[in-house]
């Protein structure tokens, strides 16, 4: 069966510094790729999707992420951290089995930004 | 553009007893679903609706659980009788039907969620 893994359930950065939030997928067939962020009480919001074409993505609040095949990865990037990046962070998959839109999601990383 | 709309926003029952979560999605889509999201893990998918019809429900509890949207619009789904281990944020999303034809990776619009506290 499909699954996604995200490395690390909490990460923490600097204000201003790298933020790097890793996921794998699991299929020798690529899925479709999707971050959400979700704020404390609040629902999912959609990042970035990535389904064919260009392997780098850009999203919202200057996320992006890069699809690599080789590596069955769907890593999320900004460049400069912003406290109100503070959330969590959720990758997903929709495969092209079992169903149609199907998302299935990973664990989730919390993201933290400290001053 | 109305979001997702959940209520109630929160819930704490008993276990054995029972509890129902309402769901209207945007207008004019299709496509809903429902989530189960316990503490520290991702969104499990419940149920998936496309209209009034049930496209997929393999991860719905159905002893305990069941769901309907008997109009192709809101949707409700009930708990009856609720366990400890239910506690967990209950998600509804919507999506449109197709793009282009295209009938994956339609983007989901998710509610805010009702968070359900079994005690």
């Given at each position: 069966a499909q699954s996604v893994t995200?490395?690390?359930?909490?990460?923490?950065?600097?204000?201003?510094?790298?933020?790097?939030?890793?996921?794998n997928y699991s299929s020798?067939?690529?899925?479709?790729?999707?971050?959400?962020?979700?704020y404390p009480n609040q629902g999912l919001q959609l990042l970035l999707k990535y389904t064919t074409g260009a392997t780098l993505v850009k999203g919202i609040n200057g996320?992006?992420?890069?699809?690599?095949?080789?590596?069955?990865?769907?890593?999320?990037?900004?460049p400069s951290a912003h406290m109100s990046d503070a959330a969590e962070y959720f990758c997903a998959v929709i495969p092209f089995s079992g169903g149609y839109?199907?998302?299935?999601?990973?664990?989730?990383?919390?993201?933290?930004?400290h001053p | 553009?109305?979001?997702?709309?959940?209520?109630?926003?929160?819930?704490?029952?008993?276990?054995?007893?029972?509890?129902?979560?309402?769901?209207?999605?945007?207008?004019?889509?299709?496509?809903?679903?429902?989530?189960q999201q316990i503490l520290g893990q991702g969104p499990k998918l419940l149920i998936q609706f496309q209209n009034n019809g049930v496209v997929d429900d393999s991860q719905l509890p159905k002893d305990r659980f069941s769901a309907e949207r008997l109009k192709g619009v809101d949707s409700t789904l009930k708990i009856q009788p609720a366990?400890?281990?239910?506690?967990?944020?209950?998600?509804?999303?919507?999506?449109?039907?197709?793009?282009?034809?295209?009938?994956?990776?339609?983007?989901?619009?998710?509610?805010?969620?009702?968070?359900?506290?079994?005690?």
């Open positions: 995200q490395l690390g359930s909490h990460v923490s950065v600097s204000e201003g510094a790298l933020v790097l939030l890793r996921c020798s067939v690529p899925p479709y790729l999707f971050w959400y962020v979700q996320f992006e992420a890069e699809f690599k095949k080789s590596e069955t990865s769907f890593h999320l990037t900004k839109n199907k998302l299935i999601f990973g664990a989730g990383t919390r993201l933290a930004v | 553009e109305a979001g997702v709309a959940q209520s109630p926003r929160y819930k704490i029952i008993e276990k054995r007893q029972s509890v129902a979560f309402w769901c209207n999605p945007i207008s004019g889509h299709a496509t809903l679903y429902w989530y366990k400890l281990e239910d506690s967990a944020v209950y998600l509804c999303a919507s999506s449109l039907n197709s793009i282009g034809g295209q009938r994956w990776g339609n983007e989901q619009f998710f509610g805010p969620g009702t968070r359900l506290t079994v005690l």
